[in-house]
Structure formats: C-alpha cells, structure tokens
C-alpha cells in the first residue's frame, strides 16, 4: 500500500518494537463457570441473599411445574361406547396434574378447526408448505427475482388445497377452514403485502413533488393508526357488505384479511420511513449527482440502508401483527388461537383452560422467536460489512 | 465501436455544437434561502477543459454555486447552462446534465453498503447501460489510477478518509464525464491524506478534464488552476489567474482573506 513505502521512521521505531513484544491475545480473562458465579452472583452479602432468594423461589416453582406436567399429568383418558371421552380422571386429578388428554384428544380440531376431518391432510400440507416458504425465504442465497415467483406458486398451491374443487379435491368453503393455517393465512398474506404497501406510503409520505400523495398518504396513516384494529376488523365484517351492491358479497376471511393488511401498513410505513430519514442527505445528493433516476436511487441505494437501520422495530411490528391476527376471533373466523378456544367450550373439556393456553402460546412463541432469532442474524450479517 | 453506442455523447468531446462552446454558463444567477440571499446575480463562464478554483469564506456561496451545477440545488433566477444544455424542470436535460458532471463531496458519500467496485460500477450499469463485466473493467481500470486496486473488494468503512475520497473520485470518473465538480473534497481529511487526494486530483487536472474545485488549498490553486475565482457574501468579487488572485488582490475583500488564510497556514 502507498503509505507504507511514504512511511518509513515508523516502520522502525514503531512496528518492529511492537512487533517484538506483541502478544497474540489481549490478557485473558478469567475464564470458566465458576468465577462467573462468583462475580455476577455472590459478590457481596446482599447480592448472594438475592441470589439465594430467587434461586428458591425458582427451584420451588419448577418442581411444582415439573410435578404438574409431567409426574402427576394425565396423558390419555378412556372413551365410552359413544366415543365420548371420559375425562374423570382428569378431573380428580385437577390442580395436581396436567391433562395433557386434551391435547391427544383434540389436537386436530386445535390446527385444522372444523375442517372436514377427513381431508384434514390438506391444510397440514399447507402449513408444512408455509414452514418450508419461509426457510427459503430465509435462505439469502435465494434472495433473487425467482423467489417471487417461488411464492406465487406456493401460495396458489395452498388455495388450492384449502379449496379444492378441482383435482378430485373434495370442495370445502371457507367458513369450515380453522385452526393454524388460518393464522398462517392471515400473517403471512398479511405481512407479505403490507410490507411493499408500507414502502410505497413511506416513500409517498416523504415525497416532497406530489404533494396530493404525499397528503394521502398521511391521511391514510393517521386515520388507521388513530382507529383499533378490532374497529377496523368489525367494519370490514359488519359494515362493509352494507355498502356492496346487492348479491356481491366478499368472502369474510378475504375482508378481514384485507383490514389486516392496510392495518398493519401503516404502521410499517411508520416504521420505514424512519429508516429513510436516518439514511444522510448526501447517500441522496450522491445518487443524484451520478445521475440515477428516482426509483433506481430508492431501489439501489436508499431502501437497502433504510431497511436495514429499520430491522429490530420491523420485526418487532411483524411479532406484533402475528400475534394481533388472532383478533380475527371476534368476527368468527377461527384462527388458531380461537380453535382453541372452542374446545374449551365442549362439555367434556371444560375448565382445562392451563393446558390448551400453555400449548397456543408456545406454538405461538416458536413462531415470534422465530422471527426474533432470524432478525438477529440479519443484524449481525449486515453489521459485519459495515465494521471495520 | 461497441463502446460508443453504449456510451452516446461520450467520444464527442466537441458536441453538440462546437469545440469553442464553454463548458459551463452561468448567466445573472441567483438563490435565496428563505430570506437570505445566497447567490447574487452570479455570471461566469468555464471553458472546456479549464480547471477553476473557487474560493472564498465560508457562508460566501461557493459550494451552493457548485451544487446549482449539477441542481443539487435548483438556482432560482438567471440560467445556467452546462455542456450546451440548459438546466431547467425538465427532467430528461437534468438526466444527460448528471451523466456529465461528476461530482465529488466533502464527506465522500460512499455506499456503505457496497462495496469499492460495487460503487464504481453502480452508475454505469445503470445509468449508462454498461454490460457489467465492461463496468467492472472500467471501474479497476480508475481504481489502479487513484491507487487502490487492491481494497476492490472491500466496503467504505474498511478504508481510511483518504482512500474513501479516491474511491469517490474514481467512482465519479467511471462514467467518464466531462465535467468534474469537487466541493471542498479535502476538508473532512486528516492532514496527513490530504496529499494524497491533492496529488490525484493533480493527476486528473494533467488529462484535461474540466474542473470546478471548491477548495481552501491555496498550492493545490497554484499548481493547477487556470483561473481562480473568489466569492464572498454570495457574490463573485473577483476572478483571474492564481498570480492575480494570490499576489495582487484588487479589492480590500479578497486581500482580508487572503491575510486570514495566510495567517492560517
């Protein structure tokens, strides 16, 4: 390199000598489990009491849990001649164990709801086809133009198996779909749209030449974030087939989801248009100097560094907006969550509320950390290029 | 030849009309910020090929004159005409304008999310439809010019100031403009770079290019510039060649500030 040859006093009183007593490593610290205890947890006498405290409290909770889930849990109930579970089992052991029969015995009706159970494969293969689109979409390697194309199919595939009526497949209408693919449904459609609609009203909102856009889309933005999204949903379900023309009538699911998307939207373009403010005026004077065209300075330059500046908070909004789908429940569409529900409300089944919740949030909570896991990586990956 | 069909406009130094048309015109040009008057009435030419200093104190006009050239700032009275084109709303004229004008900046403004090459071939894969592979050619071949090759592969942040700020010169060059504008490209360097950014912009001034330079390095204005021109208070105050300028000041203005930057240094 140039300045090493324009260099060469340091090349002699600097690099040699620091290069002779250079260490490969900085001094170690102390390593290994046991002066980590010492230090972060019994480092004084208030600080181990602490310790000492917890760690009871916490032991006693999970020997308690531990007793309740798995020792004292009743796995599996008979069936009287009826088919009928006998649940009295479950029912002596209350507050004691876990009835984990619930879940054995409605596990299909929790994914799949009321649809017809003996096609109950199809929407299994769809949210085995959901899983597998998004590790592709994962997958940076497959970050290319054909991804879309990936997902188009995929995503024609799935209403065809939900739908049916061609193939020989059996047709099953929306209103007996339930369960997690209607939940997959609405996140994924939800967020795979929104995210696009968000960069455009962001862009739009920034926009200092249109100033009809740019007030429309403030419009927009104000006028669902001041509204919730149960409002928003029930408008969709109630009202907006009184405005329809006679006999026109919008599939529910295709209302709500629709609610979702512009829902969900506009909190992204909030959240993206941070991301382009936080982009420095001369990345735009840059791109404008070398002559690109607005959408291909947005495209090439802005977006790339707005959207990653932006990443913790977008996840964030998409964790939210996975979770917020189960809202759907209070205009009956039965999405995983509510599915759930529902099965509390048999007579067999009642009052085995711990149960069945504790099971829909750790689907739940696979899902978001999920997100939360991938969104980390991203960061580091994207962070590696900008460190020196 | 294939290159000049990918590259229209850019073997015919002498388009569109004439080889003794000025490269830059700037007629009565004036801007305000709000109610500050930042140009007045500013009225120069730059001839092919001639390389000007601007100088003068800060908040004297210089680097929004610069920027009006390529409308990084849009000028509000009086024409300014670059490369035979008038700078005006219309698009398509301010397009084949920037295709032209190169442009270098204090703070560099790399893509850091590019990298080196990645930054140089940006622009003339896009803009100028260049095949990619030529790009990349093209954009080693400025690369090996400003001295750095090797940190092609390498992102912005990787690189000191100095190296950043060839990075940037080499990154304007790759769409072989005629023009090159560089408003204070040395001032955001330590003092120890700024050498080698002055020694290839003394290297591109020796091919011909025409330069406007915004710059407080008075030998850097010695050494190259055909023509100095000093701003103050939004105006152009006085414009000569650099002995005029340096050794005999007209006006009280520029012989203040020639005082101040002496003292300076």
Not at chain 2, 20 to 29: E, H
Request: glycine content about 8%; aromatic content about 10%.
């Amino acid at each position: 390199m140039k300045s090493a040859q324009i260099d060469p006093v340091p090349s002699v009183a600097g690099t040699t000598a620091v290069g002779a007593v250079a260490r490969e490593r900085p001094p170690a610290a102390v390593l290994g489990p046991w002066p980590w205890i010492r230090r972060n947890l019994f480092a004084s006498w208030w600080s181990t009491a602490i310790t000492l405290a917890l760690g009871y409290v916490l032991a006693r909770w999970a020997v308690a849990f531990f007793d309740w889930a798995f020792v004292n849990a009743v796995w599996s109930v008979p069936y009287n001649a009826e088919g009928v579970p006998d649940t009295a089992s479950c029912r002596t052991a209350k507050g004691i164990g876990a009835c984990w029969a619930v879940i054995g015995d409605r596990f299909r009706f929790i994914l799949f709801g009321r649809y017809t159970y003996d096609q109950q494969w199809r929407p299994a293969v769809c949210v085995v086809l959901f899983l597998a689109l998004y590790g592709i979409s994962a997958l940076r390697q497959f970050w290319r133009r054909e991804l879309l194309l990936i997902w188009l199919v995929v995503l024609a595939i799935i209403g065809i198996l939900m739908w049916g009526g061609v193939f020989g497949l059996p047709y099953v209408p929306q209103d007996s779909w339930g369960g997690l693919p209607i939940t997959l449904i609405l996140a994924t459609f939800g967020l795979a749209v929104a995210f696009p609609l968000s960069i455009l009203v962001a862009l739009g909102r920034r926009s200092r030449n249109l100033p009809a856009v740019r007030a429309l889309c403030i419009g927009y933005v104000e006028l669902i974030r001041g509204v919730p999204l149960i409002s928003v949903l029930f408008m969709a379900s109630v009202m907006f087939p009184l405005f329809m023309p006679e006999g026109v009538n919008i599939d529910k699911l295709l209302r709500a989801q629709i609610a979702i998307i512009l829902f969900a939207a506009a909190y992204l373009a909030e959240v993206v248009r941070g991301g382009l403010q936080a982009v420095p005026t001369g990345q735009y004077e840059a791109a404008d100097a070398l002559g690109l065209r607005y959408w291909q300075k947005t495209r090439l330059i802005i977006l790339p560094q707005a959207l990653r500046l932006v990443i913790p908070p977008l996840v964030n909004t998409f964790i939210g907006f996975f979770k917020d789908t189960s809202l759907v429940l209070i205009i009956g569409i039965f999405d995983f969550l509510s599915a759930g529900k529902l099965v509390l409300s048999e007579p067999a089944w009642q009052g085995f509320s711990s149960e069945v919740y504790l099971i829909l949030a750790f689907v739940y909570f696979c899902f978001c950390y999920a997100m939360a896991r991938y969104s980390r990586g991203l960061e580091r990956e994207f962070g590696a290029a900008k460190r020196r | 030849m294939s290159e000049a069909g990918a590259i229209p406009g850019q073997s015919a130094q002498t388009s569109p009309s004439g080889a003794g048309q000025p490269a830059i015109v700037l007629d009565r040009v004036n801007k305000w910020y709000g109610a500050i008057h930042v140009l007045r009435d500013i009225s120069t030419s730059i001839a092919q090929g001639e390389r000007v200093v601007v100088c003068g104190p800060s908040g004297s006009g210089k680097s929004t004159m610069i920027r009006c050239i390529n409308r990084l700032e849009r000028h509000e009275e009086g024409r300014i005409i670059v490369d035979g084109i008038e700078l005006t709303d219309d698009l398509r004229a301010l397009d084949q304008i920037r295709r032209e004008v190169g442009m270098v900046f204090q703070q560099f403004n790399l893509f850091p999310h590019l990298t080196i090459l990645e930054n140089c071939t940006l622009a003339p894969v896009w803009v100028r439809k260049m095949p990619k592979k030529e790009a990349e050619e093209l954009a080693m071949s400025y690369l090996r010019r400003v001295r750095i090759p090797e940190q092609a592969h390498k992102y912005p942040a990787q690189l000191s100031g100095g190296q950043q700020q060839r990075v940037a010169i080499a990154r304007a060059l790759c769409m072989r403009p005629k023009i090159m504008l560089f408003d204070e490209p040395t001032s955001a360097l330590d003092p120890e770079m700024i050498k080698e950014v002055l020694d290839t912009m003394i290297e591109l001034a020796e091919t011909g290019m025409t330069m406007v330079c915004v710059t407080h390095e008075m030998g850097f204005a010695r050494q190259v510039a055909d023509c100095v021109i000093f701003m103050d208070r939004g105006e152009i105050v006085e414009r000569g060649t650099p002995a005029q300028i340096f050794e005999d000041p007209r006006t009280e203005r520029l012989k203040l500030f020639l005082s101040q930057i002496l003292r300076g240094h």
